[in-house]
């Protein structure tokens, strides 16, 4: 008796400093940014999201494991993700882009992936350059650095949707002439939708994109160091390559249109 009274003060005597971590450390944020972080099945298709995943959402777990971080990783909607990251302190926010729009609304912490921004069109549409398509309908992600690069340069015609799968099928449909993304989010969401990438043209390469974990703009320096002490360590130990290696391989499964749940934003759960 005398022991388990012990073992309960000791219990007890921790228990404050178990909760003061769990606040101290970074709450992650992340969406439907496939390939980079996303839900298989994800919340389109049903109540309940899947298992999340992706090339960098498995990065940030290895690397949250040597920060000595929970794990912890939070999906919603993207405007919603960039909205608290921009607002509030001590969030982190994955895979972000960095751009010239974003440069100053946040730390920096790791540079994850550099990916291409690439324009492209359908059948008979010439993207060789961006501005070649300024007066037609051009898809983009909402609130993406895409889309802030379109209305900077005055784009018009621009249709914004919550995933890129939707571009994909207005892609196939017809309904818009040409997208600007990622080029290996252009890739996923075209088989996402089971299109033929064959289609479409691809066009310039807009500029580099940088995909990071980022977070709110007020982090000390200290925790931002920590981040990219964890990627150069995961990068140094093969780890990163075998992630990266795994998602070169995936098998990527068309999801039919009528599995998909009917409405333009997604209700999400955590």
């Given at each position: 008796?005398?022991?388990?009274?012990?073992?309960?003060?000791?219990?007890?005597?921790?228990?404050?400093?178990?909760?003061?971590?769990?606040?101290?450390?970074?709450?992650?944020?992340?969406?439907?940014?496939?390939?980079?972080?996303?839900?298989?099945?994800?919340?389109?298709?049903?109540?309940?999201?899947?298992?999340?995943?992706?090339?960098?959402?498995?990065?940030?777990?290895?690397?949250?494991?040597?920060?000595?971080?929970?794990?912890?990783?939070?999906?919603?909607?993207?405007?919603?993700?960039?909205?608290?990251?921009?607002?509030?302190?001590?969030?982190?926010?994955?895979?972000?882009?960095?751009?010239?729009e974003r440069e100053d609304k946040y730390s920096w912490l790791a540079k994850l992936y550099t990916d291409d921004l690439v324009v492209v069109g359908g059948a008979g549409i010439d993207v060789a350059s961006l501005d070649k398509v300024k007066d037609?309908?051009?898809?983009?992600?909402?609130?993406?650095?895409?889309?802030?690069?379109?209305?900077?340069?005055?784009?018009?015609?621009?249709?914004?949707?919550?995933?890129?799968?939707?571009?994909?099928?207005?892609?196939?449909?017809?309904?818009?002439?040409?997208?600007?993304?990622?080029?290996?989010?252009?890739?996923?969401?075209?088989?996402?939708?089971?299109?033929?990438?064959?289609?479409?043209?691809?066009?310039?390469?807009?500029?580099?994109s940088g995909i990071y974990l980022a977070g709110s703009k007020d982090l000390p320096d200290a925790e931002v160091q920590k981040w990219q002490k964890a990627l150069d360590e995961v990068k140094a130990d093969g780890t990163y390559q075998r992630i990266?290696?795994?998602?070169?391989?995936?098998?990527?499964?068309?999801?039919?249109?009528?599995?998909?749940?009917?409405?333009?934003?997604?209700?999400?759960?955590?």
């Amino acid at each position: 008796m005398r022991m388990l009274i012990v073992f309960l003060a000791a219990l007890l005597a921790w228990a404050p400093h178990l909760g003061a971590r769990e606040r101290d450390e970074l709450r992650l944020l992340a969406a439907e940014l496939p390939p980079y972080t996303f839900q298989i099945p994800p919340v389109s298709v049903g109540d309940t999201p899947g298992v999340k995943q992706g090339f960098v959402y498995e990065l940030v777990s290895e690397m949250a494991k040597r920060v000595g971080h929970s794990g912890v990783i939070e999906f919603m909607p993207w405007d919603a993700a960039q909205r608290i990251a921009q607002t509030q302190p001590n969030i982190g926010i994955l895979a972000l882009t960095r751009s010239p729009e974003r440069e100053d609304k946040y730390s920096w912490l790791a540079k994850l992936y550099t990916d291409d921004l690439v324009v492209v069109g359908g059948a008979g549409i010439d993207v060789a350059s961006l501005d070649k398509v300024k007066d037609r309908p051009i898809g983009v992600l909402s609130n993406s650095g895409a889309e802030a690069l379109l209305e900077e340069r005055g784009f018009k015609r621009i249709r914004p949707h919550h995933e890129e799968w939707m571009n994909a099928r207005q892609m196939q449909q017809r309904r818009i002439d040409a997208w600007l993304a990622p080029r290996l989010m252009i890739i996923y969401g075209m088989r996402e939708v089971g299109g033929n990438l064959e289609a479409l043209n691809f066009g310039e390469i807009v500029r580099e994109s940088g995909i990071y974990l980022a977070g709110s703009k007020d982090l000390p320096d200290a925790e931002v160091q920590k981040w990219q002490k964890a990627l150069d360590e995961v990068k140094a130990d093969g780890t990163y390559q075998r992630i990266a290696d795994q998602y070169n391989r995936l098998k990527i499964e068309p999801i039919p249109d009528d599995l998909r749940r009917r409405f333009s934003q997604p209700v999400w759960t955590n």
